[in-house]
């Protein structure tokens, strides 16, 4: 692994940029969508699946692996994109944000978060020395800092505690990711990311996000997000928080989020995303296509023999029938949800791959208005 971690800012459209990351792993296009592969796999994909949808990286989840199956044997076996057969870039989360919202029993401390897990009770501790030797013991190319993300609405004094804790974590976390570099157990092909943090609360975010500078991360996350506060506050927090990010580093919109949030947040100077929503509402039975969303489950679909979107690059969405997959969704077959989860995963990088076409030939603004008009349709 010699490539060293790299982001090269390519041109810029307004405040929407386009660039390459470069990790020993290969190249990540931005703007860029992440499938998330919680527990080493997209759910209801093929990892060729996920690579032909036009992913460069996907991601993986501490919390989760060190649970099931765990760390170390994933080490043992080859390590996670051996183990998952992924050979690109992963980017894992560092674990706190799941321990508060799946962990149970927790315990916030100085020295990191107790708790017990939520498949059979047993006891855990994740610090931030912990969550970075787990992330190295994956061999995740990006690795996330330890934090503490809370809901919103929140007591801004709640706020500002989690926020400056997470301050703390954060320079524990770098100081653990360079003893990894130094023992060995990390290489200059791997990066490690601070996440701001600060709610909706401009003045804790612009302390945040100043702080983590001066730590001089090779990337920063916006974290605190798509945590309650709506798409506008998330909207107007991004337009406070970016401009206090230096240009020349990547930025990760954490949890984020819909077509839509997308869309604004690239507006505004957004590089990487993660969500659940692609493959999460495909298994609900919900279908993004180009135009707008379609919930399979109604019955007006029962016998419309038309494709699910013709204007789609995936075969699935071609090649089935609204009505097929309107029964699969209703009788519970797997196969609903695979066709759904695949639809909406090319959905998603057909999209990121529009953004960066838009933005290398100058028309972004435009290209955003037609495509919010399309996409966001009441379909007929
Ligand atoms: C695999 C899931 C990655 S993103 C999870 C996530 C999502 C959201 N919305 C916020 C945060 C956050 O503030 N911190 C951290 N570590 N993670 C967050």
Same mark, same amino acid.
């Given at each position: ?170 320079? #524990? =976390?770098?100081? *653990? ?6 023992? +060995?157990? $990390?290489?200059? @092909?791997? &990066? ?14 612009? #302390? =945040?996000?100043? *702080? ?6 090779? +990337?920063? $996350?916006?974290? @605190?997000? &798509? ?154």
């Amino acid at each position: 692994m010699t490539e060293h971690f790299a982001f090269h800012l390519k041109t810029t459209d307004g405040l929407a940029r386009l660039g390459e990351i470069t990790t020993s792993r290969g190249v990540i296009r931005t703007p860029a969508f992440m499938p998330v592969g919680t527990v080493a796999t997209v759910k209801a994909l093929y990892p060729d699946q996920v690579r032909d949808a036009g992913a460069d990286i996907l991601l993986g989840n501490t919390y989760h692996l060190m649970l099931r199956p765990g760390a170390e044997r994933i080490a043992r076996l080859g390590g996670l994109h051996k183990f998952m057969r992924w050979d690109g870039p992963i980017l894992t989360d560092s674990g706190g944000f799941q321990v508060m919202s799946l962990g149970k029993i927790r315990k916030i401390t100085e020295e990191g978060v107790a708790f017990q897990s939520h498949l059979d009770g047993s006891r855990h501790m994740l610090s931030p020395e912990r969550s970075i030797e787990i992330q190295c013991l994956l061999g995740a190319d990006i690795q996330m800092q330890f934090d503490e993300c809370i809901e919103l609405p929140a007591e801004r004094r709640e706020v500002e505690r989690a926020m400056e804790l997470s301050l703390r974590w954060a320079e #524990r =976390s770098k100081r *653990a990711f360079e003893a990894q570099r130094a023992a +060995g157990g $990390a290489h200059a @092909g791997q &990066a490690l990311f601070g996440i701001v943090q600060g709610g909706t609360d401009a003045e804790l975010r612009h #302390r =945040s996000a100043a *702080a983590l500078v001066d730590m001089d991360f090779p +990337g920063y $996350a916006v974290g @605190g997000l &798509a945590v309650g506060e709506g798409h506008e506050a998330m909207i107007a927090t991004l337009g406070q928080t970016l401009p206090a990010l230096p240009t020349d580093k990547p930025r990760y919109l954490m949890g984020v989020g819909t077509p839509l949030d997308l869309i604004e947040s690239v507006r505004l100077g957004v590089d990487m995303f993660d969500c659940v929503m692609p493959t999460r509402n495909g298994r609900h039975g919900y279908a993004f296509t180009w135009n707008g969303a379609l919930n399979m489950r109604n019955a007006k679909f029962a016998e419309d023999m038309s494709p699910l979107d013709e204007l789609s690059s995936c075969p699935g969405a071609r090649d089935y029938s609204k009505a097929y997959v309107h029964h699969l969704i209703k009788s519970g077959e797997f196969l609903g949800a695979m066709i759904l989860s695949w639809v909406n995963t090319v959905f998603y990088q057909d999209l990121m791959a529009a953004m960066r076409d838009a933005i290398a030939h100058g028309r972004f603004a435009e290209w955003a208005d037609e495509t919010k008009a399309r996409i966001t349709k009441r379909p007929a």
